[in-house]
Nanobody, 125 residues
Framework: QVQLVESGGGLVQTGGSLRLSCAAS????????MGWFRQAPGKEREFVAG????????SYGDSVKGRFTISRDNDKNTVYLQMNSLKPEDTAVYYC??????????????????WGKGSLVTVSS
């Protein structure tokens, strides 16, 4: 089992920045590719960003390319999502998720093994 706990969400104005963190419980964190997903009210869950086990490769959803950056620190068992130039349409609950043994970064459509409970990000206009 892997427990994932997100933090760093909150209220920010359009154009502002936030950094989400996701702390994992397992010391074998480096065995898991990680991803960030989001779900806005009334909408389906959407892939945001993914990163490989080593952190050497990443992928992004089209709506966040060039604005968001995913990274990880395997010594701290933590994955991050730096969000810049935020827009009201980025408002959602953001979830981190883990996929065991994946070769390469998490991409859209990946079936994840573990999920966090989410962190709310609200971007005001």
């Amino acid at each position: 089992q892997v427990q994932l706990v997100e933090s760093g969400g909150g209220l920010v104005q359009t154009g502002g920045s936030l950094r989400l963190s996701c702390a994992a419980s397992r010391r074998t964190f480096s065995n898991y590719a990680m991803g960030w997903f989001r779900q806005a009210p009334g909408k389906e869950r959407e892939f945001v960003a993914g990163i490989s086990r080593s952190g050497g490769s990443a992928s992004y959803g089209d709506s966040v390319k060039g604005r968001f950056t995913i990274s990880r620190d395997n010594d701290k068992n933590t994955v991050y999502l730096q969000m810049n130039s935020l827009k009201p349409e980025d408002t959602a609950v953001y979830y981190c998720a883990a996929k065991y043994g994946l070769f390469g970064p998490v991409v859209a459509g990946a079936g994840m093994d573990y999920w966090g409970k989410g962190s709310l990000v609200t971007v005001s206009s």
